[in-house]
């Protein structure tokens, strides 16, 4: 696949992201806002996840007598 088709390819992606939760219809300062809004969130539930889980999972283990 060349250069050209994968920017085609991510292109059409961006533009069905756009419809799909209609940000299309913003401004493009709304837009920047909403993206790097709905990117701080998804970054902070990833870093919790990689932090918390780990705990919690072994506190699972443990209380179904998997890990002693």
């Known amino acids: 696949m060349s250069l050209g088709d994968c920017w085609k390819q991510?292109?059409?992606f961006y533009y069905q992201y756009l419809l799909v939760t209609a940000l299309y219809m913003l401004?493009?300062?709304e837009r920047t806002v909403f993206n790097s809004l709905l990117i701080s969130v998804a970054?902070?539930?990833?870093?919790?996840g990689y932090v918390f889980?780990?705990?919690?999972?072994?506190a699972i283990l443990?209380?179904?007598e998997v890990v002693q």
């Open 62 to 64: 443990h209380y179904f």
């Open 53 to 58: 889980m780990p705990q919690h999972i072994m």
């Open 10 to 12: 991510l292109s059409w």
């Open 43 to 48: 970054g902070m539930a990833v870093y919790t």
């Open 27 to 29: 401004e493009p300062w």
